[in-house]
């Protein structure tokens, strides 16, 4: 019978207070349970649109005060777990235009850092200065930071260079071990009696750093089908920045192309630049790209964009065949994150696969390895 009455209960939530005639709460919960009705509404009751105020007036005023949006955030935290939070958040802004979340300090300052409140803040921004703009930017530097300390290790694994077997490293792991030195160098220990070999001391090999740097450009698509690829390509451009082996710079395009590399340190500087929408000019982005190598068989273009090309696929063509022809590495990515399903010109990916260039969705992960393999 209670996990009947908590299914209804449940059911009483996703139908809202208009259903209180027909079903009603019961149980040891109901005043949590009224409360976690209240702020549903407060958000979920817009879709009536212009009904809204009308059903208002027919339930009456029994209910609390009116929710305002930083009592309604503080609220939502309390009740609900922090995924549910996350979302409800999202459809405030997204699919109910709830801006007030990105133009009031107090409810700025209530948001959760996430990768999806970044992404409205890289969309919103043009509504926000002072003292907003300067608390969006400190969401904007967790998340990066955040997404950065996630990608790091595994970048810098991939980055960790090959073995040097003449130096003897003190990190004793598997990883390093030197098997052949350590049976050579223990071989005079090696007991005739019971024919074993006595290993009195083991030795590793140090891992060696490459300082013979390769050149990466990476140059990313703006519109805003590629935010998530945006992020995860300024992150990344800031990873590889600090890597002894790469001169990382950073490009950013729709129909104007920007440069960014002097702040491809920062993530924040990166995403704030960032303008999405408008056209895009893939060629005249990858002819910029094309005047930054200097020694083209040590250079890779990653190209970060879906393809859809409105500055004339020909341009586009000619110059990604100058860039593979003159040695350099092209790779081009129709997405650079975990999750996305690239929507992508397919048929221009299989024409730019056709003159070389490596095409495919990756993950940060798989971009970082897929470089390893070329240097």
Aim: with cysteine; glycine share 8%; aromatic share 6%.
């Amino acid at each position: 019978m209670a996990d009947e009455q908590e299914i209804l209960n449940r059911w009483r939530l996703v139908l809202g207070k208009y259903a209180a005639g027909q079903i009603s709460f019961q149980g040891a919960g109901e005043g949590g349970l009224t409360e976690m009705e209240d702020v549903l509404d407060y958000l979920y009751s817009r879709e009536y649109g212009d009904e809204q105020e009308v059903r208002k007036q027919r339930q009456g005023g029994s209910g609390e005060s009116q929710l305002t949006v930083p009592r309604w955030l503080s609220k939502i935290k309390t009740l609900f777990p922090k995924k549910t939070v996350e979302i409800m958040e999202r459809h405030a802004l997204e699919k109910y235009n709830m801006t007030e979340l990105l133009t009031d300090p107090e409810v700025l300052r209530k948001l959760e850092p996430n990768k999806e409140l970044l992404k409205t803040i890289m969309q919103l921004k043009h509504l926000m200065k002072g003292e907003v703009l300067q608390l969006a930017k400190e969401i904007v530097r967790k998340v990066a930071d955040e997404l950065t300390r996630r990608l790091e290790q595994d970048v810098r694994r991939a980055f960790s260079g090959k073995l040097n077997r003449s130096i003897s490293s003190p990190v004793k792991s598997m990883r390093n071990l030197d098997m052949k030195k350590t049976i050579r160098m223990n071989l005079k220990n090696y007991d005739t009696e019971t024919e074993q070999l006595v290993l009195k001391r083991i030795y590793f090999s140090a891992r060696m750093k490459r300082y013979n740097q390769w050149r990466v450009i990476i140059c990313v698509d703006e519109s805003g089908s590629m935010l998530d690829s945006v992020i995860h390509s300024a992150v990344m451009a800031g990873i590889f920045a600090r890597l002894p082996m790469l001169d990382t710079r950073l490009v950013i395009f729709d129909t104007n192309v920007v440069d960014l590399s002097g702040y491809v340190c920062d993530p924040v500087e990166t995403l704030m630049s960032v303008q999405l929408g408008g056209g895009t000019n893939i060629a005249r982005a990858l002819a910029y790209c094309e005047g930054l190598i200097a020694m083209p068989h040590r250079t890779m273009v990653v190209l970060v964009s879906d393809l859809y090309e409105g500055g004339g696929y020909g341009n586009m063509y000619r110059i990604s065949k100058n860039i593979i022809e003159s040695g350099a590495k092209l790779i081009v990515l129709p997405a650079l994150d975990h999750e996305a399903v690239p929507d992508y010109d397919k048929a221009a990916a299989a024409t730019l696969a056709g003159m070389g260039a490596s095409v495919g969705a990756l993950t940060p992960e798989e971009l970082s390895e897929f470089i390893v393999k070329i240097i």
